[in-house]
């Protein structure tokens, strides 16, 4: 290649290189951006009052904070925080909580009814009696969580995955499923009634609703 043909090359592709920078800081500056002033002003109302309904708390850290009981319906705590929070009996019927890190927290008897959890982290999440009826669960990561009893009727749960989870009398009624991975989840007595299940994976160290080991089969 001569000097002419790559200097037209590099000028080709500076616009480009230039294009994809951009978008990279973007992404990063997004992911990592820093609670505004309001944010961070709700974040201490919460913790004060155990109650901040239908609050902007995007990107806020609360990591191993106590919020048992706490009212959050309709907040907005996408990409937050909470990994190892206490989250007994609190109540985020309707909270948006796209990308949020609950990984380790303890969220039994929670509400999450309608809630958006778009690819969140719920992984060793416990979460025995939690509701998640007609919540998104889209991508959400369950593995290795506490899922005993909980609610999952009429959520959306592709892509969802719950390997190695702990599903014993959860209840699937009218969830679709596709894509869902339950490859080592313990699914002893839960009910699929109505669900979409023609697109649920399990194998051989599944635990069917029967007990028999997997592949499970449903009728």
């Known amino acids: 290649m001569n000097v002419f043909m790559k200097t037209q090359a ?8 230039t294009t994809f920078g951009l978008m990279a800081v973007f992404s990063i500056s997004t992911v990592y951006a820093q609670p505004n002033a309001a944010q961070t002003e709700n974040r201490n109302r919460l913790i004060t009052t155990n109650s901040c309904v239908a609050c902007d708390l995007r990107g806020v850290s609360m990591a191993g904070q106590n919020l048992l009981g706490a009212d959050l319906r309709q907040a907005d ?10 989250l007994i009996g609190a109540n985020l019927s309707k909270a948006r909580l796209i990308g949020v ?32 009826t007609q919540a998104d669960l889209t991508g959400v990561d369950f ?19 719950f390997k190695n989870a702990d599903l014993y009398e959860a209840r699937f009624l009218f969830s679709g499923m596709a894509d869902t991975n ?7 007595a839960a009910d699929f009634s109505e669900a979409e299940v023609s697109g649920m ?19």
Not at 212 to 217: K, L, T, Y
Request: with cysteine.
């Open 10 to 17: 590099d000028f080709l592709l500076l616009p480009l290189a």
């Open 77 to 86: 705590l996408s990409r937050a925080d909470l990994r190892g929070a206490f």
């Open 101 to 132: 890190d609950l990984s380790g927290a303890v969220i039994g008897g929670t509400v999450m009814s309608g809630a958006d959890l778009q690819g969140s982290n719920l992984s060793q999440v416990n979460a025995n009696r939690t509701s998640f």
């Open 143 to 161: 593995s290795g969580a506490l899922l005993e009893r909980a609610n999952l009727e009429g959520a959306n749960l592709h892509g969802a995955n």
């Open 182 to 188: 339950f490859s080592g989840a313990n699914l002893h």
């Open 201 to 219: 994976r399990t194998d051989a160290s599944t635990t069917c609703p029967d007990m028999n080991p997997g592949p499970c089969i449903f009728q």
